[in-house]
């Protein structure tokens, strides 16, 4: 998938911004199908963490490649430059950097109402992902957190 050329132009997501995330709200549903297809392809934590360790450049060839299977990749590549994504890798990655900011914003909140000893045993059981979360990151669900708990409701709810 070419990137168009204003995709040049968004931010480059390594950390997370207004504009990445209220683009990323706006792409869920559209981006839904596909990525049904690839997360049906990595059903196991161990075929989760082998596509995890990729590079950008391998998990886009291996999202291309499913999606071409799935007959899905023209379909994909039209809603990419839609919706202003670089490649659905790259909506894939800002969906975990997401998740796992939310999963630390929450986790570190935790880790204040709680004993020491508890602390240290949350710390112990918490995704190795949610604890490298970097403190920008969290700070920013902090300042997003109504905003992301309203779209998260009425995304549940199906508005």
């Known amino acids: 998938m070419v990137a168009p050329g204003y995709a040049q132009l968004l931010p480059d997501n390594r950390h997370l911004n207004t ?3 209220n683009r990323w709200m706006q ?3 559209d981006m839904a199908p596909f990525i049904q297809a690839i997360d049906a392809r990595h059903l196991t934590p161990e075929s989760f963490r082998l ?7 391998q998990q886009d060839q291996e999202i291309e490649r ?8 023209v379909q994909a590549d039209k809603v990419v ?31 204040g109402k709680v004993t020491e000893e508890q602390a240290k045993q949350l710390k112990e059981k918490a995704d190795p992902a949610v604890l490298a979360v970097p403190q920008q990151d969290i700070d920013f669900v902090r300042r ?3 905003t992301l ?3 998260i409701q009425a995304y549940g709810a199906g508005r």
């Open 19 to 21: 504009q990445s995330v």
């Open 144 to 146: 997003h957190e109504k």
């Open 81 to 111: 430059s839609q919706l202003g994504w670089k490649s659905v890798g790259e909506y894939m990655r800002l969906s975990t950097m997401l998740g796992n900011a939310i999963a630390a914003y929450f986790l570190f909140g935790d880790l």
């Open 66 to 73: 499913i999606l071409r299977e799935e007959n899905l990749w």
């Open 149 to 151: 708990q309203h779209y």
């Open 51 to 57: 596509f995890d360790s990729l590079t950008q450049v």
């Open 27 to 29: 792409s869920n549903r």
